[in-house]
């Protein structure tokens, strides 16, 4: 079965630095999102995109993030400059169609370490 | 804004017995509900999605109800196995349409022997 795959599945990055998160969405998908999960807490959303620019962004998803398809096949999530509390589980997603009547599906996530 | 309550204790059961999870809204009147599995480590996995005009839906031994008059929906797992073991998200659609999915914090579900 297809599946959504992300690197690096653990990433541990100095404050202040930037960080870039992949993604490659299942290949017939249109959509795609990025959610974080804090350590113990709820699964969280940060963006959705389609035909190469953002459809919706949470509070979170401030002027340090951004997103980008630089091809075909990949999505990357960007922090410019970490703060010790985007340490989460960055997860990717995609979906055929938009509408939350579509499932999505989950990469495995990349846990990002801020020291 | 919107509140999706899920247990947040662990739910223990033993082995073929049915074990059923609640996820209650408040504010909110979601026309799409989604339940995922998610194990240790890993993303959230789609498991059923209900919408608002159907109160049950089935696959193999899952089942998912949506009262939207008591704004809860109940998820089963008949015959339920160890491997069952895991957490359960439930997940709305956004007020105001679009594509975002709102996640309740799950159920830990334990199966044992």
């Known amino acids: 079965e297809p599946e959504v795959t992300q690197t690096p599945s653990h990433q541990v990055t100095q404050m202040g630095q930037e960080v870039i998160l992949r993604c490659v969405p299942i290949?017939?998908?249109?959509?795609f999102y990025w959610y974080r999960q804090i350590l113990g807490q709820k699964v969280e959303f940060l963006v959705s995109?389609?035909?190469?620019?953002?459809?919706?962004k949470s509070e979170i998803f401030d002027d340090q993030f951004s997103v980008e398809r630089p091809d075909g096949s990949n999505f990357t999530l960007k922090i410019r400059s970490t703060k010790l509390e985007d340490s989460a589980m960055y997860f990717c997603a995609s979906s055929v169609r938009e509408h939350s009547n579509q499932p999505q599906h989950f990469g495995d996530g990349t846990r990002l370490s801020i020291l | 804004s919107q509140k999706i309550e899920q247990n947040s204790e662990a739910l223990n059961i033993q082995e073929g017995k049915t074990a059923t999870l609640t996820c209650n809204y408040t504010?909110?009147?979601?026309?799409?509900l989604q339940w995922y599995r998610q194990d240790p480590g890993r993303g959230p996995v789609f498991l059923l999605l209900?919408?608002?005009?159907?109160k049950e839906k089935r696959k193999e031994r899952l089942k998912v109800t949506f009262d939207t008059t008591l704004k809860q929906s109940l998820f089963h797992i008949t015959a339920s196995q160890p491997a069952d073991s895991a957490t359960y998200l439930c997940?709305?659609?956004?007020?105001?349409?679009?594509?975002?999915?709102?996640f309740g914090t799950g159920t830990q579900l334990k199966v044992e022997l």
């Open positions: 997940a709305l659609d956004a007020a105001g349409g679009g594509n975002k999915l709102t």
């Open positions: 504010n909110y009147s979601p026309a799409y």
């Open positions: 209900i919408r608002e005009n159907e």
């Open positions: 290949s017939n998908h249109l959509y």
């Open positions: 995109f389609y035909n190469n620019e953002i459809s919706e």
